[in-house]
């Protein structure tokens, strides 16, 4: 698998969230403090993996871990193209992102949702016993085929 088409879509009142601005597509870490949408890729090996995090700005983060937050460090990837739409009662994020030339065998969907006064809720595919933790090996539910498997 060479790239992933994502799309995370929120409805309800969208008004009541805070959405960062629209920015110039660019790098920039800590998104995840804010309404972010993020992607793990985890590879045949089980142990490392890649996250993104997509932010509602246009702005996104790419890392590389050797195992569970562990080993972190910028991943050398080609920037993702993000699109946003937003209404009264959806936002949609879609986005294209490369993946290294390795095989990626599950993949876990998340979201930070902040609200206006500050409040986050934490969304995903799955979630671990306890605080929600994206990195958590339960929370890459999404299992892909073996590539040229039936």
Known sequence: MDALRLEYMVRGRIDDLSIPARAQPARLDG??????????????DQASYLEYNLSPSTEWAAYHFD????????????????????????????????LPDRPVV???????????DGAKSYWALAHPPGKPDFHHPDCFALELPAAGGS
Do not use: K, Q
């Not at 998104?31 to 045949?44: I, M, P, S």
């Open 67 to 98: 195992r569970h937050r562990e080993g972190m460090r910028d991943a050398e990837v080609n920037p993702p193209e993000i699109g946003v739409e937003r209404n009264d009662d959806r936002l949609v994020l879609t986005a294209d992102i490369a």
């Open 106 to 116: 599950t993949i876990g969907l998340s979201a930070v949702i902040e609200t206006r």
């Open 31 to 44: 998104l995840w403090r804010y309404t972010c949408f993020e992607a793990f890729a985890r590879f045949a």
